[in-house]
């Protein structure tokens, strides 16, 4: 058998204090009545009272502080989302640039080769004019 169903048939049986709470329809117990003393119960309920309003105390500053992080953090995000926005269209402003000027590179470079191009070309027709004519040599 189980040890933890041992344990449990051993343990005795009780009787509530109040023997009506039974099922079992029953009189009253006077004697149990008259040790009752409802004062006491009423200062259990009392300090429960207190307890749980001290815990929901704390809870309610607990609550609070969270709240003031949560919108100190989502300032925080809305500041550096805002910056991040601007780093970002200053970024593609530069790419931008960066852009233009690869393509005037492209450009600068078709320039220089159409130039040596035509200054072979213009070397080729300076050799066939006559030696009076030519002029000197580009360098």
């Known amino acids: 058998m189980d040890p933890d169903m041992k344990h449990m ?10 023997r ?11 004697e149990v009545c008259d040790r009752l003393d409802y004062r006491k119960i009423l200062m259990i309920g009392l300090r429960y009272q207190q307890y749980l309003r001290q815990c929901s105390d704390i809870v309610t500053v607990e609550q609070q502080s969270v709240v003031a992080r949560v919108k100190e953090i989502e300032q925080t995000l ?30 600068l470079d078709k320039i220089d080769e159409n130039l040596g191009k035509a200054v072979a070309q213009v070397e080729k ?13 580009f360098s």
């Not at 805002?82 to 393509?103: H, I, N, P």
């Open 20 to 30: 009506s709470s039974v099922n079992a329809p029953a009189a009253r117990d006077p």
């Open 9 to 18: 048939l051993m343990l005795p049986s009780f009787l509530p204090l109040v």
């Open 125 to 137: 027709l300076n050799q066939k004019l006559p030696q009076e004519y030519q002029m000197p040599p």
């Open 78 to 107: 809305v500041r550096e989302v805002g910056a991040l926005s601007e780093k970002q269209k200053l970024l593609a402003r530069y790419a931008e640039t960066f852009s233009s000027v690869a393509d005037i590179s492209k450009t």
